[in-house]
């Protein structure tokens, strides 16, 4: 695979931050930089829709509004809050990552991605949003729809684990490396929640449709079918 210019990532990024800022979701993590807020948010979101987050997210701080009191929470306590999202088997992992930041970090959410991918609960995705969205750092993440939207709009091939292959990665660190890294990563996130769904995108919504690989294909497959001219004689 080649990997698309730094010039065609810069223009990729662009737009999805021009876009966000007009069209960019509002939920409460995201007004605030708070880290642990912003890590208990993204340990909430894995597999789980973020409409479906909010209730929650707010009557878990409400209980343990930081690192020192969810460190002492009890387990049943948890799962009373955190049961409409289906999380009873995250449970563990939400108080041994507060205890472990206590005794190891002084309470402190740590601000390398090592020391964030140490916490129990805590992966390359989740740790990639903290840095990002709460410290402000150059710091990329990857799932299945930002994956997605690369193959879409600059025509690559990924790997079966797409979310593993190392060009993904090498093309989402670069996307990452610009100015304002939050507003990047959460409108990377909007774009293809919103707009690069994985089935019946609105391509004729989105900002990225002039320079858009799959689009430009799709237009190309329409002229040709149309300009075919079929011998029925």
């Known amino acids: 695979m080649i990997i698309p210019s730094r010039k065609d990532i810069s223009i990729f990024r662009r737009k999805i931050i021009d876009w966000y800022k007009k069209n960019g979701r509002v939920y409460p993590w995201?007004?605030?930089?708070?880290?642990f807020r912003i890590l208990i948010a993204e340990m909430m979101l894995r597999r789980t829709k973020a409409d479906q987050v909010v209730p929650v997210y707010e009557d878990f701080l409400k209980e343990y509004p930081d690192i020192?009191?969810?460190?002492?929470?009890?387990?049943?306590?948890?799962?009373?809050?955190?049961?409409?999202?289906?999380?009873?088997?995250?449970?563990?992992?939400?108080?041994?990552?507060?205890?472990e930041v206590k005794e190891k970090y002084q309470s402190r959410i740590p601000e390398t991605r090592e020391e964030l991918t140490s916490l129990p609960g805590v992966g390359e995705y989740v740790a990639g949003a903290v840095l990002s969205i709460a410290y402000g750092k150059k710091e990329w993440l990857v799932d299945s729809n930002i994956v997605r939207i690369f193959n879409r709009y600059f025509g690559i091939e990924t790997s079966r684990e797409g979310r593993r292959d190392k060009h993904v990665i090498e093309i989402a660190k670069i996307y990452a490396s610009g100015r304002?890294?939050?507003?990047?990563?959460?409108?990377?996130?909007?774009?293809?929640?919103?707009?690069?769904?994985?089935?019946?995108?609105?391509?004729?919504?989105?900002?990225?449709?002039?320079?858009?690989?799959y689009v430009l294909s799709q237009e190309r497959v329409r002229k040709n079918w149309h300009g075919t001219a079929y011998n029925t004689a």
């Open 30 to 35: 995201r007004e605030t930089k708070d880290p």
């Open 68 to 99: 020192d009191t969810l460190a002492m929470a009890k387990q049943e306590n948890l799962e009373k809050i955190l049961y409409p999202l289906g999380l009873k088997w995250r449970i563990p992992a939400f108080i041994a990552m507060a205890r």
């Open 180 to 213: 304002d890294p939050s507003s990047a990563i959460m409108g990377i996130l909007d774009i293809t929640s919103l707009v690069c769904k994985p089935r019946k995108p609105y391509c004729e919504k989105c900002p990225l449709i002039d320079r858009c690989h």
